[in-house]
């Protein structure tokens, strides 16, 4: 079983800069990508940035891409993110998935089988 927990979320202003943290743990070797999602209040999950441990290739939704940067240091997932905005305020997952994939559906939830608990992140403007 993969269990994975997400640290770092905190208040930040605008313009501000913030590591998040995602720690696996357990039976790993067949993850083959870790993605984080976020869900602000009253809205749905969305994928932000996906990685893929193995070959360290990243993937980032639009609005995040230039702003977000996935990173992996043995069994650690790392999404730095930069220049936040008031919309970037929300409950960030990590999250880890094995097996086969579709790669257009690399930013969605049913594309992941183990999740964390999530931490908090919230910009201020």
């Known amino acids: 079983q993969v269990q994975l927990v997400e640290s770092g979320g905190d208040s930040v202003q605008a313009g501000g800069s913030l590591r998040l943290s995602c720690v696996a743990s357990?039976?790993?070797?067949?993850?083959?990508?870790v993605a984080w999602f976020r869900q602000a209040p009253g809205k749905e999950r969305e994928g932000v940035a996906v990685?893929?441990?193995?070959?360290?290739r990243t993937f980032y939704a639009d609005d995040v891409k230039g702003r977000f940067i996935a990173t992996r240091e043995n069994a650690n997932i790392y999404l730095q993110m930069n220049s936040l905005k008031p919309e970037d305020t929300g409950t960030y997952y990590c999250?880890?998935?094995?097996?086969?994939?579709?790669?257009?559906?690399?930013?969605?939830?049913?594309?992941?089988?183990?999740w964390g608990q999530g931490t908090q992140v919230t910009v201020s403007s």
């Open positions: 999250a880890a998935g094995s097996g086969p994939y579709v790669v257009h559906e690399m930013l969605e939830s049913q594309t992941y089988d183990h």
């Open positions: 357990g039976y790993t070797p067949d993850i083959n990508r």
């Open positions: 990685i893929f441990p193995s070959a360290g």
